[in-house]
């Protein structure tokens, strides 16, 4: 994979250069005049001009951000879309004619006390064009190259750290040939002791990443779950790490996440006031109470425009919040499609009001207080300053005209009690976390599914797929209760399958995707749960055996563990004492999925118990699937014995 290079800007406030780099095709070089009263401008590119930079007018004002004179270093991003006809970039992504994937513009800037000119200091930046979504782990580099800059003012600084990078294979084999389901399986997979063992045996880390040998000669293995990588540039050694499986719509390593703001970020999301008197349907659907995390999870499944501003705050501040929300919301790849077509603008000022007007869906952030009094921009604004959500006047209605308020569903009191015991009591590391978003994100698609009776037809298909079993979407306790919920969700549903079938999004556990090598069909999860749910459990004969008739090899299996894993905690009353694992106390403590299953060792029914011992039987015998099992049943002592009492029999 190659990066690329380019580059440079000025202000009127201070003397400010940009440099960036770009995925290079073309061998040839451009500069650009330097002129302190003519503002930010591009003055230097390698190895070539970028394709469509007269189209992108306002490009050197999005690579350095407002206020930048105001701090002494800062970083920007912002996405571009790839014209396949024409080659040329530009800011909105057209599905019709645009690349699949965007680009990531990653800028960073610092600002140097010089009192030889107008405002005391000199802006310089340097920009990364790439593809790669570990492009943050480059700053290290960028740092130093935008530092020999800053004292030699030599472009070729520029060009060596282009070749340093461009020669190094960061190429992943095992994220060409491993499904999206194994990669879904082993990031949720935290409750087991992984890390050490793909680490330390490299057979183990070999097999399971479907590689026979090494990834590559240029990565070698971390403790962290990731790769390092060596770029030798300025004489100097510098590791760059690379993340062992990577996930669609995740910028960096979701295994080990390269914001240290994440946590506090997301704690002041969760602090965040609700301050309206307005009401919006798709939005406050608990009324004025709708907790502030919930209105941005509704805000963004109902395909609306939101806007971060910071004033106080930097630029940085501004995009990690923007990639916290997307975190949250794609569940790291539940959900998909955000960066190729909901319109990710991490940073935007007043030039591009007219590229807004054009979106019918959009996430920005801005440093610019003009958003916030003009609300006909947005339909929700987050005040990062004041630490509030606002609606807009222009989609939202008094508030004295809403309807009668819900009461909150189960699915959302357990996931904001489970998020809050993360965060407040237990101190869970940064991957439980994002688990809890996974497995929310998850059970809402699956209740906003659920009101179309989980459609199998959603998917086009060429196959001829046989459901196995009726059964299908999120499993409710009672039909009341199935009613009362999907009420309180139908608005937000109805919205979210018009994109769903519009393709805007993409839900990678839509049951189809699921289908084995038979193709045959059943919605694991809806009757796992089920088991464990539902008063009347005359068809638990007919579940466990279409379930093992279901598992006919890897694919299957991994499938079946995954949503194991998936299957949250019934309540946060759910939580074990740490004693009986050793480690911290954590709703990850149990996999509620796969002690479903083993429970059922102890089953009055002996048809079961036999089904049971089979299904247990093929995951033993798939390698991941059998290692997981292994170290769940001797972590649980009276499932251990009891398997081998019944394998004795």
């Known amino acids: 994979m190659k990066l690329a290079i380019f580059n440079r800007f000025t202000t009127s406030i ?7 780099f770009f995925m290079p095709n073309i061998e040839y070089l451009l500069t650009a005049e330097f002129h302190v009263d003519k503002g930010p401008t591009l003055v230097y590119q390698h190895p070539s001009p970028l394709p469509g930079i007269d189209n992108l007018a306002f490009l050197p004002e999005l690579m350095l951000p407002d206020q930048i004179h105001k701090r002494s270093e800062d970083y920007t991003l912002f996405l571009l879309h790839r014209n396949t006809s024409t080659g040329e970039f530009q800011y909105l992504n057209d599905r019709a004619v645009c690349e699949p994937e965007p680009y990531y513009l990653y800028t960073i800037v610092n600002n140097v006390s010089d009192d ?53 294979n960061f190429t992943l084999v095992s994220n060409k040939s491993m499904s999206l389901i194994k990669r879904l399986l082993i990031t949720s997979i935290l409750d087991l002791p992984i890390n050490d063992k793909i680490y330390s045996d490299e ?18 293995i971390r403790k962290d779950l990731s790769y390092n990588s060596i770029v030798k540039f300025n004489a100097m050694n510098i590791p760059i790490r690379v993340p062992m499986v990577e996930l669609p719509d995740t910028i960096g390593d979701y295994l080990n996440p390269t914001n240290l703001n994440f946590k506090p970020n997301l704690i002041h999301l969760l602090t965040a006031r609700l301050v309206t008197e307005l009401y919006n349907n798709e939005l406050t659907i608990y009324g004025l ?31 990690d919040s923007i990639l916290l929300a997307l975190k949250l919301i794609t569940g ?11 319109n990710i603008f991490p940073m935007i000022d007043v030039s591009k009001i007219d590229l807004l007007e054009k979106c019918d869906s959009y996430l920005a952030g801005t440093i610019n207080p003009f958003f916030k009094n003009n609300d006909k921009l947005w339909d929700v604004l987050y005040d990062l300053d004041a630490n509030e959500f606002h609606l807009s006047t222009q989609t939202s209605s008094a508030s004295g005209e809403s309807q009668l308020k819900n009461s909150i569903i189960s699915e959302d009191a357990k996931f904001l009690s489970n998020l ?29 599914l659920s009101s179309k009776n989980f459609n199998t037809s959603m998917l086009p298909t060429n196959k001829e797929l046989i459901l196995l079993m009726d059964g299908i979407g999120y499993c409710w306790g009672s039909d009341a209760n199935k009613l009362v919920e999907l009420s309180c969700y139908q608005v937000v549903s109805a919205k979210f399958q018009t994109l769903l079938y519009e393709g805007v999004f993409e839900y990678t556990l839509l049951l189809p995707n699921l289908a084995n090598e038979l ?45 194991t894993y998936l299957i949250p905690p019934s309540s946060s009353t759910s939580l074990q004492s740490s004693s009986m694992h050793g480690g911290s106390l954590t709703i990850f403590d149990k996999n509620k999925g796969i002690e479903i299953l083993l429970i059922n060792l102890f089953n009055s029914d002996d048809q079961v118990k036999s089904n049971i011992l089979m299904i247990l039987q093929e995951l ?23 398997l081998r009492e019944l394998q004795e029999k």
Not at 207 to 216: C, F, K, P, V, W
Not at 295 to 318: P, Q
Not at 523 to 552: A, G, M, P
Request: with cysteine; net charge positive; hydrophobic share 40%.
């Open 289 to 319: 109470q709708t907790p502030p995390i919930i209105v941005l999870i509704n805000a963004l499944l109902t395909g609306k425009r939101v806007i971060f501003l910071s004033y106080e705050n930097s630029s940085g501040y501004i995009i």
């Open 420 to 448: 809050q015991l993360s965060l407040f009591n237990y101190n869970d590391d940064l991957t439980t976390i994002q688990l809890i978003f996974r497995r929310h994100i998850n059970e809402i698609i699956r209740i906003m």
């Open 620 to 642: 033993q015998d798939n390698h991941l699937c059998g290692w997981c099992l292994d170290k769940f049943l001797k972590g649980n002592l009276i499932y251990e014995i009891a």
């Open 203 to 220: 057979a183990f880390r070999n097999r399971l990443l479907g590689t026979r040998e090494a990834i590559n000669d240029d990565l070698f």
């Open 332 to 342: 790291g790849g539940i959900l998909t499609g955000f960066f190729s077509n909901y």
């Open 14 to 20: 201070s003397r400010t250069e940009t440099h960036t």
């Open 519 to 563: 193709n045959l069909m059943i919605d694991l999860q809806y009757h796992l749960q089920s088991i464990n749910v539902l008063s009347d459990r005359k068809n638990e004969r007919e579940v466990w055996f279409n379930l093992l008739k279901f598992l006919i090899s890897g694919k299957s299996l991994e499938v079946f563990l995954l949503i």
């Open 116 to 168: 030889q000119t107008r405002r005391g200091s000199i802006i310089k930046s340097i920009s990364i064009i790439t593809k790669l979504t570990f492009f943050k782990n480059f700053k290290p580099l960028l740092m130093i190259c935008l530092d020999i800059y800053f004292k030699t003012n030599n472009y070729k600084c520029l060009a060596d750290l282009y070749n340093a990078v461009n020669i190094k």
